[in-house]
């Protein structure tokens, strides 16, 4: 399909501004976005038409007239009063669907020359006629063509991208840091001009189903690249439903936008009047007040109001001091002010808040007629850039050590790690510092998961984890194992003592015995030598009773002696299991202690290298992995200033660590103004939680 392209007219006299013009013809036929074609009638080109019905054709086709004049005004045309190039202005002039775009580009042209001052009535009369209908540019004559081409250029592009629908949502990773396909931003996105459309028709609001029906007709006109029939649309649209902030934004973007004063006049009393509405709402539409005193802003400014301009801008801030959008304005008119040095700062501003706001100075005619200065922004900017980005990265070869040392990551390419490009621009290394910040969070994630793991790795008896009460349980048991050791070590003693006394009484008997023995032998050899035989009987008698009680004595001593033997052997057998089970939980005892000196080290690490990470890469939206937790949209997870997010209802709880694990450290509550935390939500109250963030 065939692409329309925005056709751009050049006018100018050909023999004064013949390099600018090819200059800018290559500028403008190179743009990509949104796509313009330059119409250079000054091409040799060889027609049968008169040339002045040649020029006419040409402005009728195009939609934007860039207007160049110099310090003459040109021969008048054969039968005609005025130039060629004046009558092309006026045939522009008459077709309010073309949007003119003058340049007065002349030692003779300034602010303060009127008509009285040139010394060509007729040249004279033509500026007045241009600055009663526009606020031309003055540009310096002393530059070269190319610097002119520039300027011009800037401009146009700007104008272009007003005029389309393309909005740039300001992801760096799609945009090339040269890209010239940059359009223009807006917080009333033109998407909810369709939500204005009905699905069925409503006869209670007849009014609206007309407005709405404009509204999407004035879509298809500006899908289509034609924003004067969009204007009228929106126009008819907003006489029925004048309330309506949407269709009021954009019928005033639009008007600003073609830079004819007239338009731009009721385009401010448009922006002003959606400004009031929004504000009614205070909070709700703060966002849609901001950009509604841009516009009136921008309005001021092309009505050559620059005070006013200035208020508006200033009033935006006010509404939105956090908006990158009302910095950048509000800066540009400060430089129109001569204050170039608080507008840098609010540039500085708007740069962290959204990095591609600097590709929207750049091509700003009014941050770019800062010159040196602004070169000098640019190259301090990129140091301090610089300098958060190596921070940011060190911070993440910290966080990959730590990873590799929990297992959690193979060994990482050091030397594509280390490696600085010193030619980075400031974007690649605002993307550089981005990605090392996304790729720190979701490696702390993963550590955080490791660590719950490792928390609850642990096992005795039928509970998990390192828990102090777990501890107390097992020095328990083991207390409980030492007092049953010592009660067996006891009985174990008073055994071997029971044995050792059976002997001693075995050995006294035997003594005893044989001593009793011996002795009646010796009565029994003296009975026989004397031939006594009642001795002798006696003595035998005697003897045999001595010998059969000395054998009942031994029995008995035998069965006591085999009692305390069995006594001793299961004593020591139970003192044999019980210091064994002792070991076992001592054991156990010095594995706990050695597990949860690991994860208490490694939750001590975590909870530093977290409150270093956030340190590092939250101070800035700009380096943040994460958005604003009260910013606009469907996410659960950002960057939480506590004093400023909180919304009533919602409480926070900083706590690095889960309930589960907050036994491992006294405290890990956020050391910085910003940490990152989820919406958590449980029955009527939502939390944002900095734990659930990284223990998912």
Excluded at 84 to 111: C, M, Q, W
Excluded at 135 to 149: F, V
Excluded at 541 to 555: C, D, E, K, R
Excluded at 564 to 581: E, I, N, P, V, W
Aim: net charge negative; glycine share 6%.
């Amino acid at each position: 399909m065939a692409i329309h392209k925005l056709q751009v007219f050049l006018s100018s006299r050909f023999d004064e501004f013949n390099e600018l013009r090819a200059r800018l013809r290559e500028k403008i036929n190179g743009l990509r976005l949104p796509p313009a074609e330059a119409v250079d009638l000054n091409d040799n080109a060889v027609d049968s038409k008169p040339p002045l019905s040649r020029c006419f054709e040409a402005v009728d086709r195009s939609e934007l007239f860039v207007l160049l004049v110099g310090d003459t005004y040109g021969d008048a045309v054969s039968g005609r009063k005025e130039s060629y190039t004046h009558l092309e202005h006026k045939r522009a002039l008459n077709d309010e669907s073309i949007t003119v775009f003058p340049f007065l580009i002349g030692s003779t042209h300034h602010k303060e020359t009127y008509r009285q001052h040139y010394t060509d009535p007729r040249l004279g009369e033509w500026i007045a006629e241009i600055r009663k209908h526009h606020t031309p540019s003055y540009l310096d004559p002393a530059h070269n063509p190319e610097q002119l081409a520039n300027q011009i250029f800037d401009q146009v592009r700007d104008r272009l991208v007003e005029l389309s629908i393309d909005v740039d949502d300001g992801d760096l990773e799609n945009v090339g840091d040269d890209a010239d396909n940059i359009s223009e931003d807006t917080p009333i996105n033109l998407g909810r001009l369709e939500t204005l459309v009905p699905d069925k028709p409503n006869i209670e609001q007849p009014l609206r189903v007309l407005a709405a029906n404009h509204a999407k007709e004035a879509l298809g006109a500006l899908k289509m690249g034609l924003p004067p029939i969009a204007i009228q649309h929106l126009r008819q649209a907003v006489d029925l439903v004048p309330l309506d902030i949407v269709l009021g934004y954009w019928l005033s973007r639009l008007l600003i936008a073609t830079g004819r004063l007239k338009q731009c006049a009721e385009g401010r009393r448009v922006a002003l009047l959606c400004a009031r509405i929004a504000a009614r709402e205070e909070n709700e539409r703060q966002l849609e007040t901001m950009a509604c005193y841009v516009l009136a802003a921008r309005a001021s400014e092309r009505l050559g109001d620059l005070e006013e301009a200035k208020s508006y801008a200033k009033r935006a801030h006010d509404d939105m001091p956090y908006h990158w959008m009302a910095k950048l304005e509000y800066g540009r008119q400060l430089i129109f002010a001569g204050e170039k040095g608080p507008a840098l700062e609010l540039l500085d501003e708007a740069f962290w808040l959204r990095p591609d706001s600097l590709r929207h100075a750049r091509r700003d005619v009014a941050y770019r007629s800062l010159t040196s200065d602004f070169d000098r922004f640019l190259q301090t900017l990129k140091g301090t850039v610089k300098q958060k980005t190596q921070i940011i990265e060190y911070v993440e070869s910290r966080i990959q050590d730590f990873a590799k040392q929990m297992a959690i990551r193979e060994d990482s390419d050091e030397s594509a790690r280390t490696q600085r490009d010193e030619h980075r621009t400031i974007f690649q290394l605002v993307n550089a510092g981005r990605s090392a910040g996304e790729s720190s969070f979701q490696m702390l994630q993963q550590c955080a998961k490791k660590i719950s793991t490792d928390a609850v790795s642990f096992e005795f008896d039928q509970f998990k984890g390192l828990t102090p009460e777990i501890k107390e349980c097992i020095e328990e048991k083991i207390e409980t194992a030492k007092m049953s050791v010592a009660d067996l070590v006891q009985q174990e003693r008073q055994a071997k003592q029971a044995a050792k006394e059976i002997e001693e009484q075995e050995s006294t008997l035997l003594l005893i015995g044989a001593c009793v023995g011996g002795g009646l032998v010796i009565i029994l050899m003296i009975a026989v030598y004397f031939a006594s035989t009642e001795i002798a009987v006696i003595v035998v008698v005697m003897l045999g009773l001595g010998i059969w009680t000395a054998w009942q004595v031994h029995q008995t001593l035998e069965a006591k002696k085999s009692k305390s033997f069995q006594d001793f052997q299961r004593a020591h057998l139970h003192l044999t299991q019980a210091k064994s089970g002792s070991d076992a939980l001592r054991e156990t005892l010095h594995l706990f202690e050695s597990t949860d000196v690991m994860v208490r080290t490694n939750v001590e690490t975590f909870c530093d290298l977290v409150d270093e990470f956030e340190r590092a890469v939250l101070g800035s939206v700009a380096l943040s992995p994460v958005v604003p937790i009260e910013r606009k949209g469907s996410h659960d997870v950002g960057r939480v200033n506590a004093t400023k997010a909180v919304s009533p209802g919602m409480v926070t709880d900083d706590a690095l660590l889960p309930n589960e694990l907050r036994y491992l450290r006294e405290a890990s509550n956020a050391k910085t103004k910003y940490w990152i935390g989820r919406r958590v939500r449980s029955g009527e109250i939502e939390t944002l939680s900095r734990s659930a963030a990284y223990f998912r």
